[in-house]
């Protein structure tokens, strides 16, 4: 709840703010927080060379696990259309939201909501923290993250305008699952399998930074079962080991 509040907020002080500053100001704006998201799926990625990760499957099996993860995940999120969902579900927000009917207008909407709860669902920090949460641990990682999001969410909005405010549904939606996972199942996942579903997600991150700087649309929201056939292809693998 306090990351869904914090999103509201800082959406709304973005557009707010946004109005008041010229289109290049925006521009570097969303630049800025491509290059942000690019280094944060760095230090995401880099899970992938963990000690634990590789001790369960291997030294050369991590990368592959990722690899295979990706491949799997992109198959199966294409065959479900998850990224033409996901801009349906914003579309039909928009319609219901957004005063203006302009395309660009809701093309705006669309990108700033796809990049949001991309960008604020899709990391170690979401998955941690709600599970810490869940179990019990205290919801410091949690909290952290959302003083983080709020943030992000300003800067975000005054690119992108009250699309980014949608995206504090997925918040809710991601966040208040996994809590409640890690609240009745207890650890879900073993340590091996949670460092390769992070760098997993972190090159999901790289995705987005990537449409954030308008360098390749790359169609994240179809790639995101992978962070469900990683944990999975990890215990295939420590099973056939």
């Known amino acids: 709840m306090v990351n869904v509040a914090t999103v509201l ?3 709304g002080l973005g557009v707010l703010l946004g109005h008041r500053l010229p289109q290049r100001t925006r521009d570097v704006v969303t630049d800025a927080l491509g290059l942000v998201t690019l280094l944060v799926a760095a230090l995401s990625a880099v899970a992938v ?5 590789e001790k369960a499957v291997g030294t050369s099996a991590p990368v592959l696990i990722v690899l295979g993860s990706l491949l799997i995940g992109g ?3 294409s065959l479900l259309q998850v990224e033409a969902r996901l801009e349906g579900f914003g579309a039909w927000l928009q319609a219901r939201m957004a005063r203006s009917s302009d395309s660009v207008e809701r093309r705006r909407f669309i990108e ?3 990049a949001a709860s991309l960008l604020f669902c899709v990391g170690p920090l979401t998955i941690l923290g709600s599970l810490s949460d869940g179990l019990g641990n205290g919801a410091d990682q949690l909290i952290l993250k959302a003083t983080l999001d709020g943030f992000a969410a300003i800067a975000f909005a005054a690119s992108f305008g009250w699309g980014v405010a949608a995206s504090a549904l997925t918040v809710a939606v991601v966040q208040g699952t996994l809590t409640l996972v890690g609240a009745v199942v207890g650890q879900v996942l073993p340590e091996p399998h949670l460092f390769a579903l992070t760098a997993t997600g ?3 991150l790289v995705g987005v930074g990537l449409r954030l700087l ?4 790359v169609p994240v929201g179809d790639l995101l079962p992978a962070l469900l056939v ?3 292809l990890t215990q295939l693998v420590i099973l056939f080991r």
């Open 9 to 11: 907020v800082g959406s």
């Open 49 to 53: 060379t963990d000690a634990a990760l």
């Open 75 to 77: 198959i199966a999120g």
């Open 112 to 114: 700033g909501f796809l």
């Open 202 to 204: 972190g090159l999901l």
């Open 214 to 217: 308008q360098v390749k649309a």
């Open 230 to 232: 990683a944990p999975a």
